[in-house]
């Protein structure tokens, strides 16, 4: 590699597995010397915005790739120019181009990240799916499921706010008024006038009572009268007799209708008509009250209702929650983690139960190491571009790792103390 950031010329001879580390001081060129393989492999997406040393016109990286056997792959070149153009050539082991040859690249890469470290600096969520993306399907399933899930928490949501407004209408409400039976008014006039009729003959036979009375009291003086006259007028005794004979008839007539007249008073009831008034002139109010208290025993009935109907779809919808819980669950449970005592919840990554960012160090990278492996490649490589926080039982833990699974992993550290280190001075590798 020459010319790509602080590098000048550099040369990597890598083994085929175990650990390698780049050294140097701060700004020496160790972590241009990851970049540049990093641009090579990767393209566009993964070179840096000035990957041209300062003062060159263009940086090229030259890789080597063999098979597991160490039999020669591929031979790899990318040209930078500080203009920021890229062209790429790959030639296989008998020389013959390439047609597609960062299709060739992505294709050995594939959908892998090359530093562990980037994955325990990653956020929760980030860590999660990077995981779930080692098991084939299962991101997508669970997508599915948290779409799902979504959507019914969505709706229950709704539901739940309708079924608030219902209890609350129910609430209001409060105690039902008492229920009264609606009067009408056609029915209450005719009984009205009916008892006016009455009250009106029993005034007219009172009426005619008294002047019969009158009468007969008329009538008994002129019978004096005449009984006086009958003493001082023997003379006129004759003919007074046959005016007192007729008047006689008369008293007794007037007599008999005074009786029947009595008698039909004391047949009639007594009538009040004032209670019967009284509610008629009310009948409106009343009516207008039966109204009002139906209208509020319907809207009771039918809040209830409806708030008996949104519970219970609240509570299916609250089920099938649960149903996708259990299925997300199901899923998550059947898969084989790359790391024992590894698994995933809604919030992230955990391991031995504990949320990954609290376990220990060494655990924190062989988890972060276990997802690496388990993310399918052709390039049997890991960068580790952060290695300060490694100390020497995490430098040995990563060694075996590196050895057991045949992979070469590449840690960038300060300093030159670790055994075979290749150290970078003034963007060249030290003899």
Same mark, same amino acid.
């Given at each position: 590699?020459?010319? +790509? ?44 915005? #000035? ?5 060159? $016109?263009? =940086? ?17 070149? &990318? &040209? ?27 294709? *050995? ?18 860590? &999660? $799916? ?13 997508? &599915? ?6 959507? !019914?928490?969505?709706?229950? #949501? ?8 219902? %209890? ?38 009172? =009426? ?15 019978? %004096? ?19 007192? +004979? ?54 009771? =009935? ?16 609250? $089920? ?16 084989? *983690? ?29 988890? =972060? ?6 993310? #399918? ?5 890991? !960068? ?10 995490? *430098?040995?833990?990563?060694? %075996? ?11 960038? #550290? ?15 590798? %030290?003899?």
């Amino acid at each position: 590699m020459a010319d +790509f950031k602080r590098l000048k010329s550099a040369h990597l001879d890598l083994p085929v597995n175990g650990l390698v580390v780049i050294g140097g001081r701060n700004d020496a060129g160790k972590s241009s010397a990851l970049d540049a393989v990093e641009a090579a492999i990767g393209g566009k997406r993964h070179t840096p915005k #000035r990957p041209v040393r300062e003062g060159a $016109d263009a =940086a090229e990286v030259q890789l080597s790739l063999t098979r597991d056997d160490g039999t020669p792959a591929y031979d790899v070149v &990318r &040209r930078i120019t500080a203009g920021g153009t890229h062209s790429l050539v790959i030639t296989d082991h008998a020389g013959r181009r390439t047609h597609s040859p960062q299709q060739l690249l992505n294709d *050995m890469v594939g959908d892998r990240f090359i530093d562990p470290a980037s994955f325990l600096s990653a956020k929760p969520a980030d860590q &999660r $799916d990077r995981l779930l993306s080692t098991v084939p399907g299962l991101a997508e399933e669970l997508a &599915r499921l948290s779409v799902l899930r979504q959507q !019914w928490f969505d709706e229950r #949501r709704d539901v739940n706010r309708d079924l608030k407004r219902a %209890r609350a209408v129910v609430d209001s409400i409060g105690e039902l008024p008492a229920t009264q039976e609606r009067k009408s008014a056609v029915t209450l006039t005719k009984q009205l006038q009916a008892l006016q009729s009455d009250q009106h003959r029993q005034h007219q036979d009172k =009426a005619q009572a008294e002047a019969l009375r009158n009468r007969l009291t008329g009538e008994h003086a002129e019978r %004096r009268r005449i009984d006086a006259r009958m003493d001082a007028l023997d003379a006129e005794l004759k003919t007074l007799g046959a005016d007192a +004979f007729a008047i006689a008839e008369v008293i007794d007539r007037t007599n008999g209708q005074l009786k029947a007249a009595e008698a039909a008073i004391a047949a009639h009831e007594p009538v009040d008509c004032f209670a019967l008034e009284f509610e008629l002139e009310g009948i409106d109010e009343h009516n207008r009250q039966c109204e009002a208290a139906a209208t509020v025993a319907r809207r009771h =009935a039918e809040a209830s209702d409806e708030a008996r109907t949104l519970a219970d779809q609240s509570a299916a919808l609250s $089920d099938r929650l649960l149903a996708a819980d259990a299925a997300k669950a199901d899923a998550v449970d059947g898969v084989t *983690m790359p790391v024992p005592g590894l698994a995933v919840d809604e919030d992230g990554v955990t391991l031995d139960g504990l949320p990954l960012s609290q376990a220990s160090q060494s655990g924190r990278l062989r988890v =972060a190491l276990g997802v690496a492996a388990a993310l #399918r490649s052709e390039l049997r490589a890991v !960068w580790v571009r952060d290695g300060a926080f490694l100390d020497d039982e995490s *430098m040995a833990d990563l060694e %075996r790792w590196a050895e057991d699974r045949d992979v070469v992993v590449l840690v960038e #550290r300060v300093g030159t103390h670790d055994p075979g280190c290749i150290e970078i001075v003034d963007g060249e590798v %030290r003899a």
